[in-house]
């Protein structure tokens, strides 16, 4: 079936550094992609729609210079945490769906997730 | 807009008993309704998935949901539960004509004791 693959798996990084996360589709294109955030025993949050060749479009609250969002191509998406702080500490979670030629089949692929530890 | 209510954050059920997982949606129309399944280190899988049509879904790893419009319901259930089962299991709607874009439920952990 398609994968998506993230990386880094996990990330520390002090206070005030930049953390860039990959999400990348390895079998399948995609034009589209999601990234969620997820904290400890909660549900996954929505954070942005990536698009590929155009800008991504932020969910309501999320800070568009702090989480700046980059889709190179049709098979990646970047998510860069700009000065990161603890509490940006958290699970982000990228996701693409399988696109047909009907349009979206109605099914997204998740990449494993990538745990960033702020100090 | 939409929001979705797993009212059991963990559950725990002994290797070979049978399983429901609740999950109750709000929303003017029926969405479209989901099952994903997240275990330790890995992505989340999708088990079923509800459009249209029948309203009992078959899913994979012997899983099945059934979505009760009366009820804003769409519970999870599998007959005989496996110690592989134990895991993250999470609701998810989305409004229809946007198949992709997924608002979750806060999860359910499954444990199996053997």
């Known amino acids: 079936g398609a994968v998506v693959s993230q990386h880094p798996s996990w990330v520390i990084c002090k206070s005030g550094t930049s953390v860039k996360i990959e999400c990348r589709s390895l079998d399948f294109q995609a034009t589209t992609m999601f990234w969620y955030r997820q904290f400890p025993k909660q549900s996954l949050m929505l954070m942005a729609t990536s698009n590929e060749g155009s800008k991504a479009t932020y969910e309501q609250g999320v800070e568009k210079d702090k989480f700046l969002i980059n889709h190179a191509s049709l098979t990646l998406s970047t998510l860069t945490v700009t000065s990161a702080h603890p509490e940006d500490s958290s699970f982000y979670i990228c996701s693409a769906p399988l696109e047909t030629e009907r349009g979206i089949s109605g099914e997204l692929f998740f990449g494993e997730g990538s745990r960033l530890t702020v100090l | 807009a939409q929001s979705v209510t797993q009212p059991d954050i963990h559950i725990t059920v002994s290797e070979g008993a049978s399983l429901e997982l609740r999950c109750n949606y709000s929303y003017g129309a029926t969405p479209y309704l989901f099952w994903y399944v997240q275990s330790p280190g890995q992505g989340l899988q999708l088990l079923l998935k509800?459009?249209?049509?029948?309203?009992l879904v078959q899913g994979i790893k012997g899983f099945e949901a059934e979505f009760k419009r009366s009820q804003s319901s769409f519970n999870l259930r599998k007959p005989s539960v496996h110690w592989s089962d134990a895991a993250e299991y999470f609701c998810?709607?989305?409004?229809?004509?946007?198949?992709?874009?997924?608002?979750f439920g806060t999860g359910t952990r499954l444990q199996v004791t053997l």
């Open positions: 998810a709607v989305a409004v229809t004509g946007t198949a992709s874009k997924l608002t």
């Open positions: 509800y459009f249209s049509g029948d309203t």
